[in-house]
């Protein structure tokens, strides 16, 4: 028996974004503050360290052979204790940082 082929996720944006070459992340340009114009063509970015790594090698990710996962690009803010433990309950960091 052969396995089962996974399903493909879309490689289109929804309608009305445009894909970050860097990161993938979608992204709507009339609401992001990072794009740039490069060899006429307007880019737009999720942020703007996804920006400068385009302006730095924008070859690398016209190709396709740049995409980079957003964890790699982005600091890693750890969960509250409360939450690593299971323990978080919805009001339960407020209470707790008045104590």
């Known amino acids: ?41 307007d880019y737009f970015f999720c942020r703007a360290a996804c920006l400068e790594k385009f302006r730095q090698e924008p070859g690398k990710y016209l190709s396709g ?12 803010v750890p969960a509250a204790p409360e939450a690593q433990a299971g323990k978080w309950r919805p009001g339960s ?3 707790s940082r008045r104590a």
């Open 1 to 41: 028996m052969s396995p089962m082929p996974l399903p493909t996720l879309p490689s289109a944006p929804p309608p009305g974004t445009e894909k970050d070459l860097v990161c993938g992340m979608n992204v709507d340009p009339l609401k992001t503050k990072h794009s740039l114009r490069h060899v006429g063509k």
């Open 93 to 95: 960091l407020e209470r």
């Open 65 to 76: 052979g740049g995409l980079e996962p957003m964890d790699a690009a982005a600091p890693i």
